[in-house]
């Protein structure tokens, strides 16, 4: 699903650096980052979804080479393959929830905005626990609410990538236990990895392999 070879970022002379000689992820695999604030984490996540372009090497997305795309391939391919969940939620103030989980659908015309697509939103959110709050705004939901929201249109599209950063950070701990359920059982049904930062040490058992950013190492998960 994601292979990365000979991957240097920088943010300007002098700056922060990151280099990752060698890194794949399987079809359905899921992995948790973790590592020290700084480390990078959060920009392997941008790099991988084309946020952001390396200095040099390769990053290839489900036999896409995405380091080569122009900026707006790069969005297309984002909106309609990957589903990210940000740290900062990355919502929009002025759309109520459901059109936030929707949002993905109005920026991308490869993606149909259907009476399924609707449905699939209504459920998400049901499952979120979010069923009741689908016509406020952010401003009107807490922080813990806006997680929900984000959950959910990362995965509105059926993505065959899940990136999350921190996608848990803002919830309690049965909340935590409820969405990344949710979050792994819709990945399985579309056949979906995921990729996952977290400093949660207490959710690591959950995934079937930890990359250590710090060393850039890969260990066992317990």
Do not use: W
Not at 6 to 14: C, D, R, V
Not at 109 to 126: F, Q
């Amino acid at each position: 699903m994601v292979r990365i070879e000979e991957l240097t970022f920088g943010y300007g002379a002098g700056g922060f650096r990151l280099r990752v000689p060698d890194f794949t992820l399987q079809d359905g695999e899921r992995v948790a980052i973790v590592g020290p604030s700084g480390s990078g984490k959060t920009t392997l996540l941008n790099l991988i979804a084309g946020i952001l372009t390396p200095d040099q090497g390769r990053i290839e997305v489900a036999g896409t080479e995405v380091s080569n795309l122009a900026d707006a391939e790069r969005r297309k391919f984002r909106a309609s393959r990957i589903g990210f969940v940000f740290q900062d939620f990355a919502l929009l103030d002025y759309l109520p929830a459901r059109q936030n989980i929707l949002y993905p659908y109005r920026i991308t015309p490869a993606l149909i905005l259907d009476a399924e697509a609707r449905d699939r939103a209504e459920t998400l959110a049901v499952a979120c626990g979010i069923g009741d709050k689908l016509d406020r705004h952010p401003s009107e939901l807490s922080q813990g609410e806006q997680q929900r929201v984000a959950i959910c249109r990362a995965l509105v599209t059926k993505p065959r990538l899940i990136l999350s950063d921190e996608a848990t950070g803002n919830l309690d701990p049965d909340s935590k236990a409820r969405i990344l359920d949710l979050l792994f059982e819709r990945a399985a049904d579309a056949g979906a990895s995921v990729l996952a930062v977290t400093h949660d040490h207490e959710l690591l058992p959950r995934f079937g392999r930890i990359v250590d950013f710090a060393q850039f190492r890969e260990v066992d998960a317990a």
